[in-house]
């Protein structure tokens, strides 16, 4: 399934999480587990969060992208409009393109 998700675009031209294991590097075009990492201040739900518009109200874009994804093994998660409606958590996701 095709999804979106908002990322951050690192000055070197990487790609990184938001929030959750900022740290890492997010490749294009390769198929990625979904991993556990909780977080103080953070809800734990494991999973990419992604979207199914290219829509987060909620979240600022300065630095970041959002990006095209392929998606398997997902659920739809119930979210306000303000936070951009439906959230879909992926177990497995790939960056088919930055838009």
Same mark, same amino acid.
């Given at each position: +399934? %095709?999804?979106?998700?908002?990322?951050? =675009? +690192?000055?070197?031209?990487?790609?990184?999480?938001?929030?959750?294991?900022?740290? @890492?590097?997010?490749? !294009?075009?390769?198929?990625?587990? #979904?991993?556990?990492? =909780?977080?103080?201040?953070?809800?734990?739900? =494991?999973?990419?969060?992604?979207?199914?518009?290219?829509? #987060?109200?909620?979240? @600022? =874009? %300065?630095?970041?992208?959002? !990006?095209?994804?392929?998606?398997?093994?997902?659920?739809?998660?119930?979210?306000?409009? @303000? *936070?951009?409606?439906?959230?879909?958590? #992926? *177990?497995? +996701?790939?960056?088919?393109?930055?838009?």
């Amino acid at each position: +399934m %095709k999804a979106y998700k908002l990322i951050r =675009k +690192m000055k070197d031209g990487q790609l990184s999480p938001l929030f959750i294991n900022k740290k @890492s590097r997010i490749p !294009i075009g390769v198929w990625l587990p #979904a991993e556990a990492h =909780k977080t103080k201040g953070f809800a734990f739900r =494991k999973g990419w969060h992604c979207t199914l518009e290219p829509v #987060a109200p909620h979240l @600022s =874009k %300065k630095d970041r992208v959002w !990006i095209e994804v392929e998606i398997e093994d997902y659920e739809h998660y119930k979210r306000p409009e @303000s *936070q951009g409606g439906t959230w879909v958590l #992926a *177990q497995r +996701m790939k960056i088919i393109r930055e838009l």
